[in-house]
């Protein structure tokens, strides 16, 4: 007799390609990603605020939007990427050929409590769709503290718990869900001052209720 297993739920499929796209899913998850974040990569950048000359980074660049974006609005500046998707590190870089051969646009794998960059190294963080997967908060803000300049800004972006809590990949157990306070509370279990953290709320097409965390390092 044949044992029958057990079928996973799709969206359980789907919530684990967006936390780590791999294979010809993943690929898929990649161009959907393009769409999806396109409205909140926009909010978070406004909030973010590059300069032409800034050092930047992106946590999970996923196909390679936001650096793209980031190297237009920091044009005399380097982009550094990490993602834990070697899928998406294809991606990415086939996205960004020029601006990745010419040194301009780093991406590498890695995960978000060990990013690899030396001390003080950017200016900007950004951080799109990204901060349902930090299985461990306080040591991703330890890790962002360290490679984050005195007077540096940090943008990070979610979708509210109010949206959140109707889609079904929410209860695969691979996303953590916030309201307002919630993403504010996790911001200041870290090293930040808690004066120094905001959460702005914004309503994106189809009624998406998202929100924008930013959190403005003390000066050195």
Do not use: C
């Not at 739920?9 to 998850?29: F, I």
């Not at 044009?75 to 550094?80: A, D, E």
């Not at 978000?112 to 908060?137: C, M, Q």
Request: charged share 25%; no cysteine; net charge positive.
């Amino acid at each position: 007799m044949i044992e029958a297993r057990p079928v996973r739920p799709a969206s359980s499929g789907l919530a684990e390609q967006l936390q780590n796209p791999h294979g010809a899913a993943g690929r898929l998850a990649g161009a959907a990603m393009r769409l999806i974040n396109r409205e909140p990569n926009a909010l978070a950048l406004e909030a973010l605020d590059v300069r032409g000359a800034e050092d930047v980074l992106e946590l999970g660049f996923g196909p390679g939007e936001g650096v793209r974006a980031l190297a237009r609005l920091s044009p005399r500046g380097t982009i550094y990427g990490i993602d834990q998707s070697a899928t998406m590190l294809a991606q990415a870089s086939a996205r960004n050929r020029a601006a990745v051969l010419d040194g301009r646009i780093r991406l590498s794998r890695a995960r978000f409590h060990e990013t690899g960059l030396p001390d003080r190294s950017v200016d900007k963080i950004l951080a799109v769709n990204v901060a349902y997967f930090w299985s461990d908060g306080p040591a991703v803000l330890s890790e962002l503290d360290r490679v984050l300049r005195p007077g540096g800004r940090i943008s990070i972006y979610v979708t509210d718990a109010s949206t959140m809590s109707r889609w079904k990949l929410t209860v695969s157990g691979h996303h953590r869900v916030f309201s307002a306070s919630q993403l504010k509370d996790v911001l200041a279990d870290g090293p930040f001052e808690e004066p120094r953290i905001s959460i702005a709320k914004a309503t994106l097409r189809l009624g998406i209720s998202g929100l924008v965390g930013v959190i403005d390092k003390a000066g050195g």
